[in-house]
């Protein structure tokens, strides 16, 4: 059965507001944030400074069986561990956000297209490796979809459905 978590379209992506985005986080993780509202906020910036910025939508893979396996508070765990792990491999000007259940995202300010593929190869193999929860040794995937303001988009909405789209063009 294929993981929940990559079934992203435009008309269910939590990368904006759904009633999915008020649900109850995981213990230990941030207020679930839709995408494109916090982006709408630094594009302005963007617009007054002349710079561009960059949306990553970041999908996981391999989250359903270990909820299935192991029981959704080792799953909280290893959640809250992919939180930490993409907090620390972001600049410090970036903004992580945690969009939904399982789904993550980041804001890269003064990003370009370049600066967004090395962050996203970055990110990739980071959040793949290994993960010590417990005793166990959980592995996951991560596939992340850039979008580039002003190229993909012009508004925070428009940004993280082209990021989202990117996330399911690399399945």
């Given at each position: 059965?294929?993981?929940?978590?990559?079934?992203?379209?435009?008309?269910?992506?939590?990368?904006?507001?759904?009633?999915?985005?008020?649900?109850?986080?995981?213990?230990?993780?941030?207020?679930?944030?839709?995408?494109g509202p916090?982006?709408?906020?630094?594009?302005?910036?963007?617009?007054?400074?002349?710079?561009?910025?960059?949306?990553?939508?970041?999908?996981?893979?391999?989250?359903?069986?270990?909820?299935?396996?192991?029981?959704?508070?080792?799953?909280?765990?290893?959640?809250?561990?992919?939180?930490?792990?993409?907090?620390?491999?972001?600049?410090?000007?970036?903004?992580?956000?945690?969009?939904?259940?399982?789904?993550?995202?980041?804001?890269?300010?003064?990003?370009?297209?370049?600066?967004?593929?090395?962050?996203?190869?970055?990110?990739?193999?980071?959040?793949?490796?290994?993960?010590?929860?417990?005793?166990?040794?959980?592995?996951?995937?991560?596939?992340?979809?850039?979008a580039v303001?002003?190229?993909?988009?012009?508004?925070?909405?428009?940004?993280?459905?082209?990021?989202?789209?990117?996330?399911?063009?690399?399945?």
């Amino acid at each position: 059965m294929p993981d929940q978590a990559f079934q992203l379209s435009a008309p269910n992506v939590p990368l904006r507001a759904s009633a999915k985005a008020s649900a109850v986080p995981a213990p230990g993780l941030p207020n679930h944030t839709p995408l494109g509202p916090i982006t709408d906020r630094e594009l302005a910036a963007c617009r007054r400074n002349g710079t561009s910025l960059a949306v990553l939508a970041i999908g996981l893979s391999g989250l359903e069986s270990v909820a299935h396996c192991h029981g959704r508070a080792v799953e909280n765990q290893l959640l809250h561990a992919v939180w930490q792990r993409l907090r620390n491999h972001l600049r410090g000007s970036d903004v992580a956000v945690h969009v939904g259940d399982r789904e993550f995202g980041a804001i890269l300010l003064n990003a370009t297209g370049s600066t967004a593929a090395l962050v996203d190869a970055r990110l990739s193999e980071a959040l793949s490796q290994p993960y010590g929860i417990g005793e166990l040794e959980i592995v996951i995937s991560a596939r992340i979809g850039v979008a580039v303001y002003p190229q993909a988009g012009t508004t925070g909405e428009a940004l993280a459905a082209a990021a989202a789209q990117n996330v399911i063009a690399k399945r």
